[in-house]
């Protein structure tokens, strides 16, 4: 079966994933849940994607709301509002499902999603993973995936405001 046939890419809220990730369980799918801002796109969130879905059968990404950005990243951030960012994302081949979230950890979308696998950069250890207690709690497995983190929304848009960058 190819990636996407049973699952149409889209944008749902946390009642209906809920029922598309009991439904996807019951039919033996291997769920890979996977979360991110998504701000500004680059290589760096291709190979994450890429390397989350290929850790199972269906790909489920929860995208971080625009007031938690603003918390935990920047108050001039994000540079694209949620909807966009979400619209971005579900392009993707490789991604299934796409949700949100507004809490600092994605914690209760694990919990919601209880999926098998929960794929992170390489730079996310089982001590720095926020959520790691709820992996352990659930048997989640954590995936590190994507390669070397070499590039970030926050450089891009450094890089941009810097000097010698055409206006």
């Not at 889209?10 to 598309?20: F, G, P, T």
């Not at 070397?148 to 000097?163: A, D, F, Q, Y």
């Amino acid at each position: 079966m190819q990636r996407g046939e049973q699952v149409s890419r889209v944008i749902v809220d946390h009642q209906e994933l809920r029922r598309a990730a009991d439904a996807l369980r019951t039919e033996g799918k291997r769920i890979v849940f996977a979360n991110g801002a998504f701000d500004l796109l680059h290589v760096g969130h291709v190979r994450y994607l890429r390397g989350a879905a290929a850790e199972g059968d269906v790909l489920v990404v929860g995208v971080n709301s625009d007031e938690s950005i603003k918390k935990y990243k920047d108050p001039e951030r994000p540079v694209q509002p949620l909807a966009e960012r979400m619209e971005i994302v579900a392009a993707f081949g490789c991604v299934d499902i796409v949700t949100w979230f507004s809490e600092p950890t994605c914690d209760a979308i694990l919990e919601l999603v209880r999926p098998a696998v929960h794929a992170k950069g390489p730079d996310y250890t089982p001590e720095n993973l926020p959520e790691y207690p709820t992996l352990r709690r659930l048997g989640i497995r954590l995936a590190n995936v994507g390669g070397p983190k070499e590039r970030s929304s926050t450089e891009l848009i450094g890089r941009m405001k810097g000097p010698g960058v055409a206006r």
